[in-house]
């Protein structure tokens, strides 16, 4: 939504208030330690460990017509990433769903993207855990649509190196490879990064990668080297539903290049056609029917 803020300047001839146009999701909220604030206030305390070190772990949750979409796996998922680096949330699970269903309804979003953020609270400057409780951060803002041309022509994505520790499957703040590597992509033209490790793709800095073969889906197991993504196991559900045979089996780069189609999934790309890997157009050049269909499914169940 467009407001007009009344901003203040000094001149040479005394205060001069100017009405600047600004963009402000008039709905967005954000939540820290039992208060909901402004997107904008700020709430994080120096001493905050996800700030200071990157001690947390996180999780983004798209809500469809206002309701969440496989909210119970995104809560496994980071109830699970939490113990794999020893924080204890100091909430259930149901308290903890119950305050991001408060925090997104009192948004009024319907469509809508809820990040979270478990960190292992306020604390001095020390590497070692503190005796203090973990802190809790969201926001909620409008879901951020990728464009109809992207979802019309697919996207590219360039092949770089997996520089990420061996914990992948931890939802970890910690995300600077990951960060690294979508800005070289940027930088190259691309929208994502895909990652190679080894000789063998092991996702994208932010999403799932997928082949398509003579009919057949692939994607890289799942193992430490990757995260389990929630959108990944709807598709292979959505695979299992439409009967195309849906292959857990690592890949490389050459094979991308070969696939008759690619496709990348998260939560906030759903299904999305590769149509270009390292400037190599991946089968005709279009997105593919099975990547289509694939996405189709998804969207009926975020019905
Ligand atoms: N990222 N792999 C990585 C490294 C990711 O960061 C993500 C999600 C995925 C896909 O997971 P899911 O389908 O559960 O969203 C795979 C989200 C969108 C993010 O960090 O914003």
């Known amino acids: 939504m467009n407001v007009l803020l009344k901003k203040a300047y000094i001149s040479v001839r005394g205060p001069l208030f100017l009405f600047v146009k600004k963009e402000v999701p008039m709905m967005a909220l954000a939540y820290f330690n039992g208060k909901i604030v402004g997107v904008d206030d700020p709430v994080i305390p ?3 460990r996800g700030h200071q070190f990157g001690d947390g772990v996180y999780e983004v949750i798209r809500f469809y017509q206002g309701k969440p979409f496989m909210m119970k796996e995104h809560l496994d998922r980071l109830y699970m ?6 924080l204890e949330i100091g909430k259930e699970p149901d308290e903890l769903e119950a305050l991001i269903l408060q925090l997104v309804e009192k948004s009024g979003l319907a469509q809508a993207d809820l990040y979270i953020q478990a960190t292992r609270g306020i604390a001095p400057r020390n590497h070692l855990f503190p005796k203090c409780p973990a802190s809790i951060s969201m926001t ?4 951020r649509e990728l464009s109809e041309s992207m979802r019309r022509e697919g996207v590219k994505v360039a092949v770089l190196p997996d520089e990420r520790w061996q914990n992948c499957y931890i939802k970890s703040l910690n995300l600077l490879p990951n ?3 979508k800005q070289e992509a940027f930088e190259q033209g691309c929208f994502e990064a895909v990652l190679v490790r080894d000789g063998r793709i092991t996702e994208g800095s932010s ?4 082949i398509v073969k003579d009919g057949k889906i692939q994607t890289t197991p799942l193992s430490n080297r990757i995260l389990a993504g929630i959108t990944r196991l709807a598709v292979k559900e959505a ?3 439409l009967r195309v045979p849906f292959v857990e089996k690592d890949f490389t780069p050459e094979e991308l290049y070969q696939a ?3 496709f990348l999934t998260s939560t906030t790309s759903e299904v999305l056609a590769v149509t270009v890997a390292d400037g190599r157009e991946i089968g005709n050049g279009r997105p593919g029917s099975i ?8 969207q009926q169940k975020t019905k």
Request: aromatic share 6%; charged share 30%.
């Open 46 to 48: 120096i001493d905050e």
């Open 239 to 241: 695979a299992e539903e």
């Open 140 to 143: 909620v803002k409008p879901a």
């Open 207 to 210: 999403t799932n990668v997928f």
């Open 81 to 86: 990433s939490a113990k794999a680096i020893k």
């Open 291 to 298: 990547t289509g269909r694939l996405h189709e499914c998804f």
């Open 179 to 181: 960060i690294l590597a």
């Open 260 to 262: 008759d189609e690619v």
